[in-house]
């Protein structure tokens, strides 16, 4: 069943008993980043913040804080499960292929009702419009103040649609935006994004007075929030994607003031736009590296109509030093887009995002190799794949390691990868939130292959057999253990990790 809006989300966590009532007053500046985080360190419950300072509307945070709340905003208990559909998915050979629907012809119909489901519906009406405003005040929603730094309150968990305008297809990303006044927003959408792109195109057309048309949809269903940051490849509508995730149509509406559509359930919408000439200081914002990103140029959008609910829910999140929310999606993403990428590199058995890389830092790759330099190829296969150009650190381990391992992955680098050998050093573009790299989005990149070497690959001595036990001799052992009480806290298990 798909989530129809947050509001039924929240009930449904509400009667698991994963939601809790914040009834305590509390500051949308610093007080709820502090107990946002606590929360989520605790592994806690999604809040829901009813006694807001300075605001009537009440704020939902750590809505997708946790793997099972992701699962269940994808209609699943595991992320397993939807990544399944995407495997299926790209499977699939369309119905040209007769033997296809012969031999599988039900499983070539469901496939067919997903992809119908791709399409969003558009509806006449949206309870996103029930009420509405052309004298917009900004003040008055709780914008949350995250970090003592910050350079203002932002909006952190935004859906911001923007148009294409040489071929109108909308693109929508979250980008946080910093508000200025009670009508105007900076726009952080990092150069390589989608909402920068459209408006370079608006830039490049440079004509006069032409204004980009902006819509920041403020909570919406969970499937479709998710959708807003998941990386799918270039070209695929989010909200399409949103209806794959969810196997129904999403809804949309059509802005009242400006041309473009956004979900009909959602809570807030604003309505605006952004002069292609305009740009303005953002930031410093306590960012998900855990460090303050500077302060740089960003374009304005000014707010000129809201529509809203009648009584929205304000939905917002934490950035910070792993862990976070922002974290915990991303490992969530990691998951779900697996598929996608073992569509493009079968020998892929695994991937890690470890939350300590934030996504675009380190991933750990376990790879079936068979032939010399096959993990070069991988490495450099990624850095070609959307988002994952981003990776600093590509670690490939052998197919039979654990890459969600990470005592093992370093035990493996530290013994297998021979610094002078086997990194691999690229130059490249980077994500424009690292720091150490001396230019802004670009710098170095290397891959590490930590697999067993070859002689084929140059290894020019034998490579020494690992020290295992004899299975007899182990299961002897087990039998041993499970007999005799004094040794049964013997039995088999994997090494605990310090801190685990
Ligand atoms: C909580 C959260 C906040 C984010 N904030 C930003 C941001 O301020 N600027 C940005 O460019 N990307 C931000 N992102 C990442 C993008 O939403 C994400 O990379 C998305 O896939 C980009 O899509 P696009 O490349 O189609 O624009 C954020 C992601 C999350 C989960």
Not at 179 to 188: D, E, W
Not at 333 to 357: K, N, Y
Not at 448 to 457: F, L, M, V, Y
Not at 474 to 494: I, K, N, Q
């Amino acid at each position: 069943m798909a989530w129809k809006n947050l509001g039924q989300f929240l009930g449904a966590l509400e009667e698991k008993g994963d939601l809790l009532r914040v009834r305590s007053r509390v500051s949308p500046r610093l007080e709820m980043t502090e107990l946002s985080l606590r929360a989520l360190r605790s592994d806690g419950p999604a809040l829901l913040f009813e006694n807001v300072e300075g605001s009537s509307t009440p704020v939902a945070l750590n809505l997708l804080a946790s793997q099972r709340r992701i699962a269940s905003a994808l209609g699943a208990t595991t992320i397993d499960e939807p990544a399944e559909r995407i495997r299926k998915l790209l499977r699939f050979r369309p119905p040209g292929g007769l033997g296809a629907i012969l031999s599988d012809p039900a499983g070539t119909l469901e496939q067919l009702g997903q992809l119908r489901a791709l399409a969003p519906k558009r509806v006449g009406k949206g309870a996103c419009q029930e009420e509405e405003t052309d004298r917009p005040d900004l003040s008055t929603l709780p914008i949350l103040t995250c970090w003592p730094k910050d350079g203002g309150p932002t909006i952190t968990f935004p859906l911001v649609v923007t148009r294409n305008p040489e071929t109108g297809d909308q693109a929508v990303g979250i980008y946080r935006l910093q508000k200025y006044s009670s009508t105007t927003l900076g726009a952080h959408w990092q150069t390589h994004r989608a909402g920068a792109e459209n408006y370079r195109r608006y830039q490049r057309r440079g004509k006069d007075g032409e204004r980009m048309p902006v819509a920041v949809v403020l909570g919406a269903d969970p499937t479709t929030v998710f959708a807003g940051l998941a990386p799918v490849p270039e070209g695929i509508s989010r909200f399409a994607f949103s209806g794959f995730l969810r196997g129904e149509s999403l809804p949309l509406v059509p802005c009242r003031t400006i041309p473009l559509e956004v979900p009909a359930e959602a809570e807030i919408v604003l309505e605006g736009y952004a002069d292609p000439k305009e740009t303005r200081v953002e930031g410093p914002f306590g960012d998900h590296t855990g460090y303050y990103s500077l302060p740089e140029e960003f374009p304005v959008i000014h707010v000129t109509h809201i529509t809203h609910r009648s009584r929205p829910v304000y939905l917002s999140t934490v950035s910070g030093k792993p862990p976070t929310e922002d974290a915990v999606l991303g490992q969530a993403v990691s998951r779900l887009f697996l598929p996608v990428i073992q569509a493009v590199l079968p020998e892929v058995v695994d991937l890690d995002l470890p939350q300590e890389g934030i996504f675009i830092n380190v991933a750990i790759v376990a790879i079936r190799k068979s032939y010399p330099q096959h993990p070069r190829k991988v490495m450099h296969a990624l850095w070609g794949l959307g988002q994952m150009m981003f990776t600093r650190y590509i670690l490939v381990v052998d197919h039979d390691v654990d890459p969600h391992d990470h005592a093992e992955v370093l035990y493996r680098v530290g013994l297998q990868a021979d610094p002078g050998e086997d990194f691999e050093h690229v130059h490249g573009p980077v994500d424009q939130l690292s720091i150490s790299n001396r230019v802004e989005n670009q710098g170095g990149k290397v891959g590490i292959d930590a697999t067993k070497k070859w002689r084929s690959e140059g290894y020019p001595r034998p490579w020494p057999e690992e020290a295992v036990m004899d299975p007899q001799v182990v299961a002897r052992v087990d039998e041993l253990v499970r007999g005799d009480g004094a040794l049964t806290r013997f039995s088999r298990t994997r090494p605990a990790r310090p801190g685990s």
